[in-house]
């Protein structure tokens, strides 16, 4: 059975009902409502030329650096820092107490969290700068943990807090070249070259070049490397992508390649720059005796056979093993002092004399470049130095002038991308060693007479 439904509908005297009548007013007002609001966000969205102009200098005056900087350093800009070149000898606990800091606050510092534990690290050089409350209570500290990232930790509401600020670093490729009159280092300075970057340009071919005898007046050398630059700023050398070192009217040249474990230098032909041996295994000062078999011993007056080269140099001077190898010896005698004996593939030994300390022990296995002991002058010696000899098949080889042994190429599948990498960087070593030769010989118009 439906239910039947009625409406009630009230009428007034003109017989129109009344809640239609109502509905058309409020019809009525949405509709100006709507048409002044439209008005009022016209009004608003046409920009006055005030408004523009603003725009645009913003627009101008924005900068190549990325934002990130931008928030990192809009809060930091009015704070006072006090800055602590860390010397060596100094620790945490002394700075802080130079700079009237609780050792508490260190420790709550020092165990906040992983990235606070990076303070430990400090080395002789780096900066440290805190900041202060105006009652004197600590504020913030920040130190530099990489070139491009900055530890910040600060204090707020009582509670201890970090931040990793990464700055953003640009890398420029520079290209550079000398003529040897004097030194390295002096060639290398008047071409614009730090130490240290004529120290990763000598680490290249040192395989090949002994850069204390084998150096001569007129050796050339070039180079295409990288510079880093923060906020505009000369920040420090980077690696060197190609180079080449003409020595006694050979010349070198080398590639710098990721072979897929990393970034190596190779020769034109696809070689690592790396033997199997070191020409030299220590940074010397100089050579104080040279391999001789009639030298005449300067402790015991008479001649006798030196089997090998002295490299003098300061006492704890680090010295590397040669190549991969195991210890065969590890010892002292009056003679030799402390001395390590290392056996190596191909019938090749090598000897280390004079250690003021051994690093390594019988049976051990070493690899190349390991610190297998320190310059000394223990035994029958007349000053700090290294004796090194190196014996091939029983027979003692002068360790400056032996063939050592070639190193592998790389893998077949990775020489067609290797050469048409270097082929461009090669080209560019060429012309600029072509400028180079220029510069030394310049063109002299002649007169007609």
């Known amino acids: 059975m439906k239910n039947n439904r009625t409406q009630a509908v009230f009428k007034n005297g003109n017989n129109t009902p009344k809640s239609i009548k109502l509905f058309t007013l409020k019809r009525a007002h949405v509709v100006i409502a709507g048409i002044l609001a439209s ?8 920009p006055s030329s005030e408004t523009i102009q603003t725009h645009n200098n913003l627009q101008l005056a924005m900068p190549s650096t990325p934002l990130l900087n ?29 700079l009237n800091l609780s050792q508490t606050l260190l420790y709550n510092i020092i165990n906040l969290n992983k990235d606070a534990k990076q303070l430990t690290k400090i080395y002789p050089g780096a900066e440290l700068a805190v900041s202060f409350e105006k009652t004197g209570q600590f504020s913030q500290l ?59 340009l000598a680490s290249i071919f040192a395989w090949d070049i002994d850069f204390v005898l084998d150096i001569r007046t007129g050796d ?33 040249k080398a590639i710098s390649f990721d072979d897929g474990d990393g970034w190596s230098y190779y020769n034109p032909e696809g070689r690592n720059m790396k033997k ?15 391999f001789n078999p009639k030298r005449f011993h300067p402790v015991q007056k008479r001649i006798k056979a030196h089997r090998g080269i002295d490299y003098a140099a300061p006492r704890g001077t680090p010295v590397f093993a040669a190549g991969n190898g195991t210890v065969t010896q590890s010892g002292y005698n009056k003679y030799n002092g402390n001395y390590v004996f290392i056996k190596h593939p191909s019938g090749i030994v090598t000897k280390y004399l004079h250690f003021t300390k051994r690093k390594v022990k019988k049976g051990q296995r070493v690899k190349q470049g390991q610190t297998i002991g320190t310059v000394g002058s223990t035994g029958m ?10 014996v091939l098949n029983g027979v003692h080889r002068n360790p400056r002038t032996v063939k050592l042994p070639k190193a592998s190429p790389l893998a077949k599948k990775k020489m067609n991308t290797y050469l048409t990498y270097a082929s461009p960087l090669l080209s560019q070593l060429d012309s600029i060693d072509i400028n180079l030769v220029s510069i030394q010989k310049p063109t002299v118009d002649k007169k007609e007479s």
């Open 142 to 200: 920040r130190y530099k943990t990489s070139a491009s990232k900055e530890l910040y930790i600060k204090q707020l509401n009582g509670q201890l807090q970090t931040e990793i600020v990464i700055h953003s670093t640009e890398t420029q490729v520079q290209t550079a070249n000398g003529t040897i009159t004097g030194s390295l280092f002096n060639a290398g300075k008047k071409s614009g070259l730090s130490d240290a970057m004529v120290m990763k």
């Open 70 to 98: 931008l928030i990192a350093d809009s809060n930091l800009t009015d704070i006072e820092w006090k800055k602590v070149e860390i010397k060596k000898g100094q620790t945490l606990s002394s700075i802080f107490d130079d």
């Open 381 to 390: 010696v007349t000053g700090a130095h290294l004796h090194y000899e190196f």
């Open 276 to 290: 199997a041996f070191l020409r030299a295994p220590l940074n010397f000062s100089y050579i104080s005796s040279s």
């Open 220 to 252: 050339t050398f070039s180079l295409i490397y990288e510079t880093i630059y923060q906020d505009g700023e000369f920040l420090h050398d980077g690696r060197i992508i190609a180079a080449s070192f003409t020595n006694q009217g050979e010349t070198y």
């Open 39 to 46: 008005l009022m966000l016209f009004a608003f969205s046409v």
